[in-house]
Antibody, heavy 121, light 107 residues
Framework: QLQLQESGPGLVKPSETLSLTCTVSGGSISSSSYYWGWIRQPPGKGLEWIGSIYYSGSTYYNPSLKSRVTISVDTSKNQFSLKLSSVTAADTAVYYC?????????????WGQGTLVTVSS | DIQMTQSPSSLSASVGDRVTIPCRASQNISNYLNWYQQKPGKAPKLLIYAASSLQSGVPSRFSGSGSGTDFTLTISSLQPEDFATYYCQQSYITPYTFGQGTKLEIK
């Protein structure tokens, strides 16, 4: 059974960089059928797509965050990561990593449990 | 960006009711429309992909329909565990966008 697990600091200071890692177990991140993505949800609000990465390193980002976002992949560790720079309180959210089954579903079929990141001094 | 609109933002219904939840896209997205269910404190769960295909393991009381710009999620007979928030999402083009959600509440 595929599992995704987010990890990283739960508290980040304003203007600093938020860094999260998603560890994939029970399957290979290097499969040609999948993209791997980050989605966030501010407390009490809806879902916002941040971006996705293919195992080869090809990325797609939300233009609203593109200047501050970097998503990378480490196939040797079966992990992918998110960096969001110059954070503000508006970046406080639960951050989810998820698998996009690209060639069949074009939908996010497996999700991590989510991790709350609070931006505060 | 493609805007996804879900209205109403909340809906009251009773166990056993048939419920429909609408979603509208700001432009034609063919059938690249997915539905997710989210319960408090949990990650979203994929219910329907490609507008009308039932994800493996999802009860058959859930169904989806529509194409182009107008879509509907139908729950044929509400069960207690179905009270949750439902989101539509377009996967036609990046940035993938979600509707603001419809919260299904107990009447």
């Amino acid at each position: 059974q595929l599992q995704l697990q987010e990890s990283g600091p739960g508290l980040v200071k304003p203007s600093e960089t938020l860094s999260l890692t998603c560890t994939v177990s029970g399957g290979s991140i290097s499969s040609s059928s999948y993209y791997w993505g980050w989605i966030r949800q501010p407390p009490g609000k809806g879902l916002e797509w941040i971006g996705s990465i293919y195992y080869s390193g090809s990325t797609y980002y939300n233009p609203s965050l593109k200047s501050r976002v970097t998503i990378s992949v480490d196939t040797s560790k079966n992990q992918f990561s998110l960096k969001l720079s110059s954070v503000t309180a508006a970046d406080t959210a639960v951050y989810y990593c998820a698998r996009l089954y690209y060639d069949i579903l074009t939908a996010y079929d497996y999700w991590g449990q989510g991790t709350l990141v609070t931006v505060s001094s | 960006d493609i805007q996804m609109t879900q209205s109403p933002s909340s809906l009251s219904a009773s166990v056993g009711d048939r419920v429909t939840i609408p979603c509208r896209a700001s432009q034609n997205i063919s059938n690249y429309l997915n539905w997710y269910q989210q319960k408090p404190g949990k990650a979203p769960k994929l219910l329907i992909y490609a507008a009308s295909s039932l994800q493996s393991g999802v009860p058959s009381r859930f169904s989806g329909s529509g194409s182009g710009t107008d879509f509907t999620l139908t729950i044929s007979s509400l069960q207690p565990e179905d009270f949750a928030t439902y989101y539509c999402q377009q996967s036609y083009i990046t940035p993938y966008t979600f509707g603001q959600g419809t919260k299904l509440e107990i009447k």
